[in-house]
């Protein structure tokens, strides 16, 4: 039995095993405790892959840097968790999913908990014990350890399927858009398109930079205009190439952008929005005030560029 803990492809399968784990975990998060769409997730062996193969890749990753397989189950299983509970809380407390602009809205994240919404249920609970749990069974069952050139080799691969993976797989909208809503959510939703697409992967989605595209009924003026009215000065938006705000406009995470196009360019009241895309007025109202609150840095962004360039 020494032995075969020991073992190098052992241990690598197990670790391996151990990310499938935890991107099921995330599945369940991303499902909000839903059965019947957890059950939808893993009906598609495509879409439940998509969203647990960066779990698995990570593992390996961390094994090949760190050469032990219970660190780095217990540091792929910390991110996985992190990012579970964030989604999950965001859900609970907003019905919206977590898009990778979210990371950097810390602000948002103490207020939502400030309102109550941050708790600890028993999933999160259960989900912080398997990991510790996991890492245990891991540091008992898998001690094989790499060589110098193994460990080399193992990083560089993980790390080449990470980026091949992101740039290939993760930013194709084709192969996004091959995925259909789930039973009883709308595909006008881009909510709930998202939660039909699971977790991580629609959150690795989500990061891309969409190519300039002008929306139907576009008018940079009236693009201006609506930004201006979040500005004692309205300079910061005059004057700027209407390629330059079609693309901050296109960077935008699919929801913004969705209620925006429609509030701005297709004259739709919250609402209109809200019947359209089945959310609730308020959601229509937050997405399309983070959409500006967005748009409006990223003209900040560009003017200070342009002064000091």
Same mark, same amino acid.
């Given at each position: 039995m020494q032995k075969f803990r020991n073992n190098v492809i052992w241990t690598t399968v197990l670790t391996a095993l151990a990310g499938v784990c935890l991107g099921?975990?995330?599945?369940?998060?991303?499902?909000?405790?839903?059965?019947?769409?957890?059950?939808?997730?893993?009906?598609?062996?495509?879409l439940a892959a998509l969203n647990v193969l960066p779990f698995v890749l990570f593992a390996l990753l961390l094994?090949?840097?760190?050469g032990r397989a219970w660190l780095a189950f217990l540091l792929d299983g910390v991110v996985c968790l992190v990012y579970s509970w964030a989604a999950y809380w965001k859900w609970l407390g907003r019905s919206e999913p977590l898009y990778a602009d979210d990371v950097a809205a *810390?602000? $948002?994240?103490?207020?939502?908990?400030?309102?109550?919404?941050?708790?600890? =249920?028993?999933q999160i609970a259960a989900s912080l014990l398997l990991v510790v749990l996991g890492?245990?069974?891991?540091?008992?069952?898998?001690r094989g350890r790499l060589s110098r050139r193994g460990r080399a080799a193992t990083t560089g691969a993980a790390l080449l399927l990470c980026v091949l993976g992101y740039f290939g797989v993760y930013r194709s909208s084709t192969l996004y858009d091959r995925f259909a809503a789930a039973p009883g959510r709308s595909a006008w939703s881009a909510n709930d398109q998202f939660q039909s697409r699971g977790g991580i992967y629609p959150?690795?989605?989500s990061i891309r930079a969409a190519v300039p595209k002008a929306p139907d009924g576009y008018d940079k003026r009236e693009a201006e205009a609506l930004l201006a009215e979040y500005e004692d000065d309205d300079k910061i938006v005059k004057n700027i190439p209407q390629e330059t705000l079609l693309r901050f *406009?296109? $960077?935008l995470p699919d929801g913004y952008r969705?209620?925006?196009?429609?509030? =701005?360019?297709?004259?739709?009241?919250?609402?209109?929005?809200?019947?359209?895309?089945?959310?609730?007025?308020?959601?229509?109202?937050?997405?399309?005030?983070?959409a500006r609150t967005i748009l409006m840095n990223r003209v900040k962004q560009y003017w200070a560029q342009y002064e000091n360039g």
């Amino acid at each position: 039995m020494q032995k075969f803990r020991n073992n190098v492809i052992w241990t690598t399968v197990l670790t391996a095993l151990a990310g499938v784990c935890l991107g099921l975990l995330s599945l369940y998060f991303a499902a909000a405790g839903s059965g019947a769409m957890c059950r939808f997730y893993l009906k598609d062996p495509l879409l439940a892959a998509l969203n647990v193969l960066p779990f698995v890749l990570f593992a390996l990753l961390l094994f090949g840097l760190t050469g032990r397989a219970w660190l780095a189950f217990l540091l792929d299983g910390v991110v996985c968790l992190v990012y579970s509970w964030a989604a999950y809380w965001k859900w609970l407390g907003r019905s919206e999913p977590l898009y990778a602009d979210d990371v950097a809205a *810390i602000r $948002e994240a103490v207020q939502i908990g400030g309102r109550g919404y941050i708790t600890v =249920t028993w999933q999160i609970a259960a989900s912080l014990l398997l990991v510790v749990l996991g890492t245990l069974a891991l540091a008992w069952l898998a001690r094989g350890r790499l060589s110098r050139r193994g460990r080399a080799a193992t990083t560089g691969a993980a790390l080449l399927l990470c980026v091949l993976g992101y740039f290939g797989v993760y930013r194709s909208s084709t192969l996004y858009d091959r995925f259909a809503a789930a039973p009883g959510r709308s595909a006008w939703s881009a909510n709930d398109q998202f939660q039909s697409r699971g977790g991580i992967y629609p959150f690795l989605h989500s990061i891309r930079a969409a190519v300039p595209k002008a929306p139907d009924g576009y008018d940079k003026r009236e693009a201006e205009a609506l930004l201006a009215e979040y500005e004692d000065d309205d300079k910061i938006v005059k004057n700027i190439p209407q390629e330059t705000l079609l693309r901050f *406009i296109s $960077e935008l995470p699919d929801g913004y952008r969705t209620v925006f196009n429609l509030f =701005t360019f297709e004259n739709k009241s919250h609402k209109e929005i809200a019947n359209l895309l089945h959310i609730n007025e308020k959601s229509s109202s937050s997405q399309l005030h983070r959409a500006r609150t967005i748009l409006m840095n990223r003209v900040k962004q560009y003017w200070a560029q342009y002064e000091n360039g």
